[in-house]
């Protein structure tokens, strides 16, 4: 992974347009729709059980986010991922929650299970728990590091086939035989809601166009950071912070990454 790979891939999202099919949380449906039309990718929101399969089957990739948790949400997802699954279209799972309460570690590892992911994508408390452990959950926040994470990252890794992709001060990618970590982003991010299910959701553009889950996983996850760190340095606080992100996101040039990618593998 390098500044030429993750620009690549950016220019790919901005010719193809990828739709992009979203079964996610109320709290952020507006922010992760306008992050991916920032990008140049084409979101969709929608999780009636009667035509997720019918979207799934025109999209690049089926996002699942249990942020706002149902049981008919539930449903709507396990049948968008089983048809997502025969139609070889990248599933990214977002954990949200998962060790917070049963229902939602139960149903993530259902997800995780029935569905075969390509990608998930949470932070580190909440991988721990998918993958059984005991993490230190508070809410939906994590209080646990990708440091604390990683020996039972790689374990799910191992166990499940798929990539996983770990938020924190440094991410953690994990899969394939392969660790890369990405030292992008700022710590203003945490003090927006929805930052992680964006990180999600744009995973989803990246898998859309790049057959290499690690790799989409990974830029997604640089880009996530680099424009984090350039909105930080034009805003004053959270609230100024989300719209100078989306203008990031948009107005990324090669020099940017260039100047600010920070990976090691």
Excluded at 73 to 95: E, H, T, Y
Excluded at 142 to 158: G, I, K, Q
Excluded at 184 to 194: A, F, K, L, Q, V
Aim: aromatic fraction near 4%.
């Amino acid at each position: 992974m390098d500044a030429n790979t993750l620009w690549q891939d950016i220019e790919r999202i901005h010719a193809a347009a990828p739709l992009v099919h979203n079964i996610t949380n109320y709290v952020v449906m507006n922010i992760t729709a306008n992050a991916l039309l920032a990008i140049g990718a084409s979101p969709v929101m929608a999780h009636a059980l009667e035509e997720v399969e019918e979207l799934v089957a025109l999209a690049g990739s089926l996002v699942l986010n249990i942020g706002t948790l149902s049981p008919p949400w539930v449903q709507s997802m396990i049948r968008a991922g089983i048809a997502a699954n025969k139609c070889g279209i990248p599933v990214i799972l977002d954990p949200v929650g998962c060790g917070a309460t049963s229902l939602r570690t139960t149903t993530a590892q259902r997800l995780l299970s029935e569905l075969s992911p390509a990608i998930v994508r949470g932070n580190a408390s909440e991988i721990m728990a998918l993958a059984g452990g005991t993490p230190d959950t508070k809410g939906v926040d994590s209080t646990n590091s990708t440091e604390e994470c990683e020996p039972a990252v790689r374990e799910l890794a191992e166990q499940s086939g798929c990539i996983l992709s770990v938020s924190g001060a440094t991410d953690l990618i994990i899969g394939q035989g392969r660790t890369i970590r990405v030292f992008n982003g700022h710590p203003i991010m945490p003090r927006i809601t929805g930052l992680g299910c964006t990180a999600t959701a744009i995973t989803g553009a990246f898998a859309a166009i790049n057959p290499s889950p690690l790799q989409a996983a990974a830029h997604a996850m640089a880009l996530m950071g680099i424009a984090g760190a350039i909105a930080a340095e034009k805003s004053t606080g959270p609230g100024t912070f989300q719209p100078q992100f989306l203008d990031a996101l948009y107005n990324i040039q090669k020099k940017d990454i260039e100047q600010r990618l920070q990976v090691q593998e």
